[in-house]
């Protein structure tokens, strides 16, 4: 059975703060997708990977960068969080062989920033 | 800039009825555009695709219709049960294995 996990599903955070959001996938999978969502907004691409240490930015990278070092392992950071950072952040991972990059996504993580 | 635009937020339904769900685009070099579905606390789970190329797939009780020409697709669920109650994102796939997401519909499909 497929997975992708995130290592919380709940975090708070205060203004200023250097926040770490964690996934991992079990698949093998090459490509890697950093989203947040937000209400009446739908989800938008952050950052996302197709390899190790390669990255690209997605639709929105400002305020966030990311890390992969390992395949499964796939890492958003934010330098200094803000207010406008609280959101749902959803990571994702899809095979290239995929015909429709077709994502698995994990379960969520809900950031607060006070 | 939307370029994937879901305009209805929610839609009811009764159980066993139809229940369609709309989404406009507005960029041609799409290949795929595919359907998620969302429940509470869960990540998104792919529900079914169509390649730009077709005007219909089907698979069981979902049926996705592609309008080039209007830039339109629209998911049929029949007959609608309420284990379909759940958020629906139409998602469009661009090169590069950047995909676009609506903003989601809510569908309530009552018993």
């Known amino acids: 059975d497929v997975k992708v996990t995130q290592s919380s599903r709940y975090l708070v955070k205060r203004t200023g703060e250097k926040v770490f959001l964690e996934c991992v996938q079990d698949m093998d999978h090459e490509n890697m997708f950093w989203y947040r969502q937000d209400p009446g907004l739908g989800l938008r691409l952050i950052y996302f990977?197709?390899?190790?240490?390669?990255?690209e930015k997605g639709d929105i990278p400002e305020g966030y960068s990311v890390s992969r070092e390992k395949k499964e392992r796939f890492s958003l950071i934010l330098e200094s969080a803000s207010t406008n950072q609280t959101s749902m952040y959803l990571c994702?991972?899809?095979?290239?062989?995929?015909?429709?990059?077709?994502?698995?996504f994990g379960p969520g993580t809900r950031l607060t920033v006070l | 800039d939307q370029q994937v635009k879901q305009n209805s937020p929610s839609l009811s339904v009764q159980e066993g009825r139809i229940s369609i769900l709309n989404c406009d685009y507005t960029n041609s070099m799409f290949d795929y555009f595919l359907w998620y579905k969302k429940y509470p606390a869960e990540g998104p789970t792919f529900l079914i695709s169509i390649s730009s190329i077709k005007d219909k797939n089907e698979d069981g009780r979902f049926t996705v219709f592609l309008n080039k020409s209007a830039k339109h697709l629209s998911l049929h669920i029949v007959p609608s049960q309420p284990g379909d109650s759940a958020v629906y994102f139409c998602?469009?796939?661009?090169?590069?294995?950047?995909?676009?997401f609506g903003a989601g519909t809510r569908l309530f499909v009552k018993a």
């Open positions: 994702a991972s899809s095979t290239l062989a995929g015909k429709y990059n077709e994502q698995f």
């Open positions: 990977s197709y390899d190790v240490k390669m990255k």
């Open positions: 998602a469009a796939n661009r090169p590069s294995f950047k995909t676009i």
